[in-house]
């Protein structure tokens, strides 16, 4: 890194996968990736390995989320350091493949990049999943593609908060990123989610392979959104929910709610109102595959990101 000219020199990206069917009902990204297994023309770039890769098949053939469990939260040091085992949940076992293939995680032999690409059944639109708010190299790219899609947008949601934080398939990468798209139900495909998710990867490919090319990115600002809290549905005594999302807020994904605004509506027709005290931007309103993990949507902030200037290092 060089700080004198405020230009960070970083590693070459080389390696990059390209995960579909981490979550085996979310169409879009299984089909894209399937596609380009078949034929990998659209994907390839000058000097780059590109691997796409399915990343839970046995949950892609019975189209369920996972087997046992969430795959893209089974990548804890706990279990990726467990002995090999007969009995292991099926997730736990693929985990441990997966950074053996594409890591080991943490380590300088892991993949360069990741993209998993994720379906959402939220009004979200196109939504890029950072994990860090200092991978320049990803600030740079998320800030390349969202000028690359213009007029089309694209959010950046920061998953940075130490407690609701996971561990994902992508985080096996020296670069993760999560790419999001919805509305699409479960188990669905929809033409016009399937073509935003293809064009954005076009794009962040490439990124990658302009930056391998030689060539320099000014600095930069990306807007974000801030993981804040996890919002859970109203629930009785034994756990059942006793609310719905409020109508008002139902498909507002990344519009503003303020203290006083309608989030739930109760089985009885009772309106719950917002009652925190500063404006939040929620997102994964009405996830359907959320309500196993007590979570009807989630409040974020607004965030503006500096990055430094970046080229490929010269050795
Ligand atoms: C709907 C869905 O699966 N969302 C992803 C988000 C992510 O990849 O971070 C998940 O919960 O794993
Ligand atoms: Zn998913």
Redesign the pocket.
């Given at each position: 890194m060089s700080s004198r000219t405020n230009i960070s020199c970083l590693q070459e990206a080389k390696r990059v996968a390209i995960f579909g069917g981490?979550?085996g009902n979310?169409m879009s990204g299984i089909t894209l990736v399937n596609m380009w297994i078949q034929n990998s023309a659209e994907i390839e770039r000058n000097g780059l390995v590109i691997k796409p890769f399915i990343s839970s098949p046995r949950a892609v053939e019975k189209c369920t989320?996972y087997i046992d469990t969430?795959l893209?939260?089974a990548f804890t040091p706990e279990n990726l350091s467990s002995p090999d085992a007969e009995g292991l949940p099926y997730e736990v076992q693929r985990a441990k493949e997966i950074n053996r293939m594409f890591g080991p995680k943490g380590s300088s032999d892991a993949y360069d990049v990741i993209f998993?690409l994720?379906?959402?059944?939220?009004n979200m639109g196109s939504t890029l999943?950072l994990e860090s708010s200092t991978d320049l190299f990803n600030l740079q790219m998320v800030h390349y593609i969202k000028k690359a899609i213009a007029p089309h947008t694209c959010s950046v949601?920061l998953?940075e908060h130490p407690q609701l934080k996971?561990s994902?398939?992508?985080s096996v990468a020296k670069h993760p990123i999560?790419l999001?798209v919805?509305p699409q139900p479960q188990g669905v495909l929809r033409s016009n989610v399937f073509e935003s998710m293809r064009t954005i990867l076009k794009h962040a490919l490439d990124f990658i392979e302009l930056f391998n090319s030689g060539v320099e990115f000014p600095p930069c600002t990306v807007d974000v959104f801030r993981v804040q809290e996890r919002m859970d549905y109203p629930r009785d005594t034994n756990g059942n929910i006793t609310a719905m999302v409020h109508p008002h807020l139902q498909d507002c994904d990344w519009e503003p709610l303020n203290r006083g605004d309608p989030m739930f509506l109760t089985f009885d027709g009772r309106t719950i109102l917002y009652e925190g005290a500063n404006t939040v931007y929620p997102t994964?309103i009405n996830?359907?595959?959320?309500y196993e993990?007590q979570q009807a949507f989630m409040t974020t902030c607004r965030e503006i990101l500096a990055a430094n200037a970046i080229r490929k290092a010269c050795k």
């Open positions: 981490t979550h979310e989320r969430d893209n939260r998993d994720h379906n959402t059944t939220s999943i949601l998953n996971y994902t398939t992508r999560g999001e919805g994964f996830e359907a595959a959320y993990k």
